[in-house]
C-alpha cells in the first residue's frame, strides 16, 4: 500500500472490519548490507558489494518498508500490513489516533530506521542518548563492535595466573 493509505487501512480495519487489538509496528530495511557476511577477519579486505536490492516473499519496492499487525478478538484472525516508504521523504501518518498502543512503537521505529510519524505527539529517543547520531537497525549504520573486535566465533585465550608467565610471582 502507498504511504498516504497507511493510517486510513488502520483506521478502516479497526472501525469498520473489527480488529481491535494492536499487536505490533515496526520497519524492515531491505538494502544488502555493506559490510558483507564475512567479518571475522578484520585484516581481511571487505567482500565485493552487491548493491541490488532483493525482495524476499513479503519484500518491497523501496529500502525501507513499514510492518504492521493487527487482530480480531472476535474473529480470532490477524492481519499484516505493509507499506512501502518512499526514499526520498521516509515519513508515514502515526497509528496512534486509531491504535493508542503504536505509541512506543513508533517511537521505537523512528529512533532506530529513521522514519517519521506525521502526528505523532512525541517522537524522543526511549533508548538512545538524545545527541546519538544514526539508525543502529539500518543496515548502513556501522557495527563499530565488530570493526574493532573480530565477530563472531574468535576467542581470546589468556594465561591462567600462577603459570610461567606470571609476573608477580610467589612470596617466600
Known sequence: MSTSAW???????RHEMGFDYFCFLSAID??????????????APPPERDDTIRQGYTGGDTRL???????????????????????????VDSWIPVYAGANW??????????ISFAGHPDLRNMYLPTDFEGH??????????RMVKPWPGIVDVEPLP???NDEEGDAE
Not at 7 to 13: I, M
Not at 105 to 112: A, F, G, K, P, V
Not at 136 to 145: I, M, N, Q, T, V
Request: aromatic letters at 6%; one cysteine or more; glycine letters at 10%.
Open 105 to 114: 512503537h513508533e517511537r521505537e521505529t523512528h529512533e532506530m530506521f529513521g
Open 162 to 164: 600462577g603459570g610461567d
Open 136 to 145: 543502529p537497525l539500518r543496515k548502513d549504520f556501522p557495527l563499530l563492535a
Open 7 to 13: 493510517r486510513e487501512t488502520a483506521r478502516v480495519l
Open 65 to 91: 518498508q513499514m510492518l504492521g499487525r493487527v487482530t480480531s478478538s472476535a474473529l480470532h484472525v490477524g492481519v499484516n500490513i505493509k507499506c512501502d516508504v518512499p526514499d526520498a521523504d521516509a515519513t
Open 30 to 43: 531491505w538494502m544488502p548490507s555493506p559490510y558483507g557476511k564475512g567479518e571475522d577477519d578484520p585484516t
